[in-house]
């Protein structure tokens, strides 16, 4: 099993980026997908996950709005597309991926993931 994200780059201040996360090997069907983020000199915090069932997602406060995941139609890809970016913004961004569904509450959790790839980076400027 592998992601592959893909869809980083340089943005000014209010713009936009559509991130992907290809999965091969697997589906994003029968587990949770989800994005986190890294900035320099911090943790690792969740963005937004989705439902493998229902499709319904979970978002940061700091990104709901502003932030929107989804799937394609054979659940093979997994996207991020952020709009009005803010320079705090800035981070490499991970897509991970879990074998089962999990709940809702449950999807910020990093340490409940089994895949990750190997991460975009997104730098918003001022």
């Known amino acids: 099993v592998q992601l592959q994200a893909s869809g980083g780059g340089l943005v000014p201040a209010g713009g936009s980026l559509r991130l992907s996360c290809a999965a091969s090997?697997?589906?994003?069907?029968?587990?949770?997908g989800a994005w986190f983020r890294q900035a320099p000199g911090k943790e690792r915090e969740f963005v937004a996950g989705?439902?493998?069932?229902?499709?319904?997602?979970a978002y940061a406060d700091s990104v709901k709005g502003r932030f929107t995941i989804s799937r394609d139609k054979d659940k093979s890809t997994m996207y991020l597309q952020m709009n009005s970016l803010k320079p705090e913004d800035t981070a490499v961004y991970y897509c991970?991926?879990?074998?089962?569904?999990?709940?809702?509450?449950?999807?910020?959790?990093?340490?409940?993931?089994?895949?990750w790839g190997q991460g975009t980076q997104v730098t918003v400027s001022s």
């Open positions: 991970a991926a879990r074998n089962r569904r999990i709940i809702t509450s449950a999807m910020s959790r990093a340490e409940t993931y089994e895949y």
């Open positions: 989705i439902d493998p069932w229902n499709g319904g997602t």
């Open positions: 090997g697997r589906t994003f069907s029968s587990g949770n």
